[in-house]
């Protein structure tokens, strides 16, 4: 059957099928191109000092700023990763630290599978688990939703800069004479610091833009909020609430929410990129 | 002190119970991440079963009437239908191009090349979803309305009237233009499992194809792509799975309506575009639980997606460390 094709006509092939493997290469990336472009030259025109240290004005007035849901989204974020962090440590320590343990299946598939879930629902869930009973709104319940999103993250994040610690440390630890609890304690945990650390960092800016689970939960304010008991503002969902309004200057301050949080994005990752390259 | 540390009771307490306890502690903990995921099925489920019992379980999905105000009546087929084909459409867009930004970035760029690429795709998935959503409003919506969904208007009014009414408004917001923005948002997904999966294929099996006098094509064809098959529909799985979640990105570009849509090009709403819409005004107790509903079959959907990824991912494993 491959008689009849030539050397030329496969080495033609061979040609073909990398251009298109280009084309698809540059069609993939194409939309966050664009999109990286846009946010950049909307969100600086519209971006000033205001952006950062003003409450927003009410509709159609000019001018004002996002301080109050800068604010917000760093409050309520923050609570997510208090909530998160125990476990998605310790689940990242069983994972690594403890191999043969019966729990680490489940955990494993568990983690995957709440990664895998939309955001929103982890959303529906803090309404039914936090909203409900305490009858409002609240900065709190939104931290849950976001921790939620936060776990996995973290849980894997754990295990994979653990299992690059080197196992000669453990050893050492272990010829000493220390126990197993103080060589993870005194030892690996402090090797792997920086790599827990980026991994948290991941999943706060993961957490820190998304606007759906968030809709039903700490819902937004038009004001400084630090209560946490009340509806706090985010920036991700504020933006929302600006781009579907038929304001133009919210349209504006829409654009520069969209910048500051993808600025966000970009520093958090390379910052995540330079410290598992420096330690480990 | 070193003695009192390695002999006797205090020796005992320090390490026996020591570990025992700062075991026990990390189980507790971990085991609150197991202890997560099976309370979020259960709220939903608990949540949702008021109107999985009147409208049974699948005549709720099946039911094409979603009606909070007058007759309170609620059937999800519309979303479900709507959440389908967009994600649907969006995966079968999204495929090929993902596939191949793995293949570029994994056998064919040179390795400074193929970090950008990686890297860029880390940070599509990373762009949060509303910023997506901006964009889509203000720059392709109006682009598209442009050029694509006017010019086919006016040429359909002009040629063919009878097409007219699967054109839909010319408004530039509806199904299509989500597939479009979901697409590019789920690329990563599959691209990050199928560079996996190549990057995995025992490096014997490419020279093996190329003494054989395989092109580099021929390479990928016969050595590269049957061995790393397994991970590249894991990733469509898993990309499938973000897609039929997406919520803001979609909520703010498909035009939201309540009817059954019956032509790509006018508005529908997704599953998670209803319950983002509707859950803050709901105000009867049986639409909000109805929407909680819909957020249980949505969970059902992303867990057999997520569990059929991991099933074919181990799978691969299996396969892969069988040739080597």
Known sequence: MNRGLRLRQRYLRDRVMLGLVAVGTVLALLVLFLVMGYALVNGLSALNWDFFVRDMKPPGETGGGLRQAIVGTLLVDGVGVLIALPFGIAAGVLLSEYPDHPLNVPVRLMADTLNGMPAILKGLVAFVLIVKPMGGFSGLSGGVALGFIMVPIITRATEGVLSLVPREIREAGLALGLPRWQVILALVLPVARAGIVTGVLLAFARAAGEAAPLLFTSFGSPFLETNLLKPIDTLPLRLFQFAISPYEDWHRQAWAAGLVLFAMIVLTSLLARWATRRRL | ?324
């Open chain 2, 1 to 324: 002190m070193t003695r009192s540390l390695t002999r006797g009771p205090t020796s005992f307490m320090y390490r026996m119970l020591g570990d025992r306890f700062f075991a026990a502690f990390v189980v507790l903990l971990a085991s609150g991440v197991v202890a997560l995921a099976l309370l979020m099925a259960w709220e939903l489920y608990q949540g949702g079963s008021e109107p999985i019992r009147r409208f049974g379980f699948f005549g709720f999905l099946t039911g094409t009437e979603w009606d909070p105000v007058i007759a309170k009546q609620f059937g999800a087929w519309p979303y479900v239908a709507g959440t389908l084909v967009t994600s649907l459409g969006a995966l079968a867009l999204s495929f090929f191009p993902a596939l191949a930004a793995a293949i570029y970035a994994a056998e064919y760029a040179p390795r400074w090349l193929a970090s950008i690429i990686n890297y860029l795709l880390d940070l599509t998935a990373a762009v949060p979803s509303v910023v997506y959503g901006l964009w889509g409003i203000f720059v392709m919506a109006p682009w598209l309305r442009e050029h694509l969904y006017l010019p086919a208007y006016l040429l359909a009014a002009e040629k063919v009237p009878g097409l007219l009414p699967f054109l839909g408004n010319p408004t530039g917001y509806g199904m299509l233009t989500a597939i479009l923005i979901l697409a590019a948002m789920i690329v990563p997904f599959t691209a990050a499992l199928a560079r996996d999966a190549i990057s995995l294929v025992p490096q014997a099996q490419r020279e093996a194809a190329y003494a054989l006098g395989a092109t580099r094509w021929e390479v990928m064809l016969l050595a590269i792509l049957p061995l790393s098959k397994g991970g590249i529909i894991a990733g469509a799985f898993l990309a499938l799975g973000r897609a039929l979640g997406e919520t803001m990105a979609v909520t703010m570009v498909i035009g939201n309506s309540h009817k059954l849509p019956y032509t790509l090009f006018g508005p529908a709403a997704t599953m998670p575009s209803v319950i983002a819409n509707e859950f803050t005004e709901a105000v009867e107790q049986i639409h909000l639980d109805s929407l909680i509903a819909l957020g249980f079959y949505l969970f059902l959907v992303a867990l057999v997606l997520n569990l059929l990824a991991g099933w074919v991912i181990r799978r691969q494993m299996q396969l892969t460390k069988g040739v080597l």
